[in-house]
T-cell receptor
């Protein structure tokens, strides 16, 4: 059953701790993306990767880091430098980089206490 | 900066009424995509429009791409409670990635 998985669905952390969100896809897609969504708001791009071992900053990359060591995986680390980390984080992938249709995972709701 | 704006931000309709959301880009787009996000869920791709003036239908949903390829609309005929959610348009403002619109949240009541 192909798709994108994100884990965990809900995550709680104390302020000052780094936390890593998982994103895995078995769609054989080249491109992967991380978005942040705040309540009642749109999608803001954090980082994206067009191919393995390559990634670029999106519109709100400060306080976040990523890696793309495998085609299937694109983990996002929310560091203690991110001032307001509580949000809904969505991972997506597309067959090709650029303007191809994006397929989203179920998301991770991160709450920093 | 270059943006994709949607109006209205929110609309509340009675079941059976029609609904339209409009998407406007600051620049000409090669294509426009529409996504739907149910409450508590994730965005799901609905459709892509590529040609100037293109109109596509999916049951009660009608999608249109403007002649100048800078705007688009989604019209829902006779809304149902299953239409509840936020509708996003998305277009390639920059070559390497999609830019999502601000979204229109639709609430439908009986």
């Amino acid at each position: 059953d192909g798709g994108i998985t994100q884990s965990p669905k809900y995550l709680f952390r104390k302020e000052g701790q780094n936390v890593t969100l998982s994103c895995e896809q078995n769609l054989n897609h080249d491109a992967m993306y991380w978005y942040r969504q705040d309540p009642g708001q749109g999608l803001r791009l954090i980082y994206y990767s067009q191919i393995v071992n390559d990634f670029q900053k999106g519109d709100i990359a400060e306080g976040y880091s990523v890696s793309r060591e495998k085609k299937e995986s694109f983990p996002l680390t929310v560091t203690s430098a991110q001032k307001n980390p509580t949000a809904f984080y969505l991972c997506a992938s597309s067959r090709l980089a650029g303007t191809d249709t994006q397929y989203f995972g179920p998301g991770t709701r991160l709450t920093v206490l | 900066g270059q943006q994709v704006m949607q109006i209205p931000q929110y609309q509340h309709v009675q079941e059976g009424e029609d609904f339209t959301t409009y998407c406007n880009s600051s620049t000409t787009l090669s294509n426009i995509q529409w996504y739907k996000q149910r409450p508590g869920g994730h965005p799901v791709f609905l459709i892509q429009l590529v040609k100037s003036g293109e109109v596509k239908k999916q049951k009660r949903l009608t999608f249109q791409f403007g002649e100048a390829k800078k705007n688009s609309s989604l019209h829902i005929t006779a809304t149902q409670t299953t239409d509840v959610g936020t509708y996003f348009c998305a277009g390639p403002i920059k070559a390497s990635k999609l830019t999502f619109g601000t979204g229109t949240r639709l609430q439908v009541t009986l």
